[in-house]
């Protein structure tokens, strides 16, 4: 049974999978997550990566429909079990090795995360208490 710290990084590696297809950090985490799920074997390998093509196919094929979220939540918890059960078969040596490739995955995903800015502009509004009075403008910007 796993610790809940390596729970939470196969959680992390499968929001990161599912985050990180059809952006500029696919490439990488694709073929990251296939060396790790392959351990050395590049017929494993292969097929991970073949799996890794099929959740962006999914992915892309929900779109931003509202089946979407559902689809996301779906893949990200396939592949958090997947690295689950990776981790459990593990010495505890490769483990905490394979733990820590995967971690810094995850900080790859996330330091080429798509950023999202929001700008508020109340030039023209009136505070009075924590109200906001009168017109005024809200931009949001989300660079994808």
Known sequence: ???EGL???AAAGGGAIVQAAGTDAWAGIRSGVAR???RGEAGRE???LERLDQT???LESAGDSAEAERVQTVLATRWQTRLEMLLEQLPEEERQ???AELQALVQQAQSQAPVQNTHNNF???TFTDSQVL???TQNNTINR
Request: no cysteine; aromatic share 0%.
């Open 46 to 48: 292969q097929t991970e």
């Open 1 to 3: 049974m796993l610790v």
């Open 7 to 9: 729970i939470a990084v």
């Open 134 to 136: 009168g017109s005024g």
């Open 56 to 58: 962006q196919a999914e």
């Open 123 to 125: 030039s023209s509004a």
């Open 97 to 99: 090795q394979v733990a």
């Open 36 to 38: 790790i799920l392959g």
